[in-house]
């Protein structure tokens, strides 16, 4: 099965899913079709070797289809629609004008000069609607062009020609706009690819010159000057700057950038000189895979849109129904006259388009995909998007997550004549073995010392959520938790007091022993993030609870849990322990986020109802993993996530609501006859255009009120 991406200009409203759907659905080897309304795309799933058969299929039904590659990033901008268009559809209006003011003063709107405006007014602006109708309705399907086209139609017939052609050009006005509007949600996101230069300066034997950041590999050296944007990912070889990586992470303050650091595309360099060696191609940079995130996600539908689309696909039949029963059965069985029924059905074939309804959730969430993107905080769709307000729970890891990760050394305790020297030796070398944070916190203290000498290890274990094991010289040692030194039966009360002070400071301590006896303590600390403390306490506001899980001792634990004010704590435990309690929390309160870095918590995450990654310094696991993405390391972007759902959520059920509402109301003016063709259009228009707005104001969505109290 191969995927194809076909760009299909001409595919900007829902109604044209439904025509390639039936267009494409006789040709064999056509698994699935995935439409994206926003980006002009359709996804075909297929195993068809001269892939010209779907293009010319889709072209034939008016459309134009080309295919795309499939990784390449999108920069070209959608053009805003030409003036020519605006000014056909100004003339057409005038004529329209002039028509219905002419027959509204002499009261005859059959008269030859009326008919004339009118259809000349209509040709100029109702080809696409009636091109497209007469495409739906050779393909028998119900769309909003053939709804227009028998409305426009059926005005004709009865004779109302100034009606027709205000409806006519009133919708060709409406799509305009529509696809202005839509225009903008789609820039916002190529807009985002737009602030990686084209061009950077590499050094090449010796020389700088201007390459196309397409022709830059991993390992080249790239040269930024003050005030310009990185153009590609890499890490500083020399030189110092602030840069502000407002671009990926939302965060507005510049960073300082010195030899080792990394830097990102799109972020700008502003007041220093940097050299840095490239680590990514231009394709796979941090930003160019935020955008295709944001593109990825815009694939998936989030449930109202699921839903609005399945009510969709009752709603039109059911009126289109409705409409033929209102103008044949009162004339033919109850003797009434023909006409004012007839002009009834026109106006419930009008609302019949499922229109507003069905664009609104799109807009909506690309906007607020957009947005977050934006604020260094990438959803993987809609969906996560949509349910972020229901959380109730968020659990967040501790070492990593809440604290930096990068513990150091605080306490080093040996017991009674124990070296300091040979303590710190023996803890040392086993831990060598280890990627545990504790474990390279221990090595880079030790190798500092002017006398260090790791020793051999033999026999290595590393014992989960315990420690490490192993012999030095034909000894056997354990460096490892208070756990571990139970489970060697080496602790005693006096060790246990010593754990106790130090754990109560908030600090995480482990025993280095033989199997016989404990030889010292080693404390290490870890600094809390500095957007804990307000993070929590904004979701605490928000209403959330908000749990600590840990690996880690139940002191510790406890002491950085107060510091950062975080309600409920479970101490020690093991990557399984993790699991199983996010498993209960979500049989409890249903929805909970688990917010942690992906490194033993990945079981935990993927069980969560939403699953939060800290993307630290853009970790590729990460990305792939959660179903939300920290891009920077900063708390702050969960109360952030949670108020920009609660928006988005708002957002679609008033836009929802209120496309049902007009509907509703017209329905019930058509019955009682009190709503005429164009004014239909207007409101069903007007209704599509109001949703559209509304959804894209998200776009401009902010952090609000950092911290704490509501009221004040
Ligand atoms: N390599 C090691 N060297 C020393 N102590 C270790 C080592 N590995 C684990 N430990 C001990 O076991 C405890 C639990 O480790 P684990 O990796 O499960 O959680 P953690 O480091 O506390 O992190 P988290 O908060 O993410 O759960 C650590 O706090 C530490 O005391
Ligand atoms: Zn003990």
Redesign the pocket.
Known sequence: MLTTIFTVTGLCCPSEEKLIRNKLKPITGIEQLEFNFINQEVKITHNIKDINLITKAINEIGMQATPKAELEPKKTITKISDKRQWLVIAIGGILALCAEIYSYMYQNEKSVLVAALAAIAMLLTGKDTFKKGWLALKSFTLNINFLMMVAITGAIVIGEWPEAAMVTVLFALAELIEKYSLDKARNAIAGLMEMAPEEALVKIDGDWKLLSVKDIVIDNTVKVKPGDRIPIDGVVIAGESRVNQASITGEPIPVIKKVDDLVYAGTINENGTLEFKVTARSDSTLLAKIIHAVEEAQSEKAPTQKFVDKFATYYTPVMVILAILIAVIPPIFFNEPFYPWFAKALVLLVIACPCALVISTPVTVVSGLTAAAKHGLLIKGGTYLEMGHKLKVIAL?????I?Q?KPTITDIVPFKGIDPHLLLQI?AS??SH??????QA?VNYYEQKPEAALQDVEQFS???????TGQIHGTLYY??????AEDNKVCNKNIEAELERLEKEGK???IISTDKEALGLIAVADSIRSSSVKAIKALQALGLKTIM?????NI??EAIAQQVGIDKVYA????ED?LATIDKLVTEYKYVGMV??G???APALAKSTIGFAMGSEGTDIALETADVALVENNLDKLPFFVNLSKKTFNTLIQNISFAILVKVIFFVLAIFGKATLWMAVLADMGSSLVVIFNGLKLLHYKPVNKGGCKKC
């Open positions: 890891d501790k070492t990593g997550t604290t990760g803890a086993l831990d280890s990627e545990h944070p504790i474990a221990i590393a014992i989960p959520g315990h420690g490490v460096v490892g938790n208070h756990k571990l995480t301590t482990i899980l840990t690996g880690d001792n510790t634990a020690n435990m093991l990557p993790k942690g870095d490194i033993n918590d």
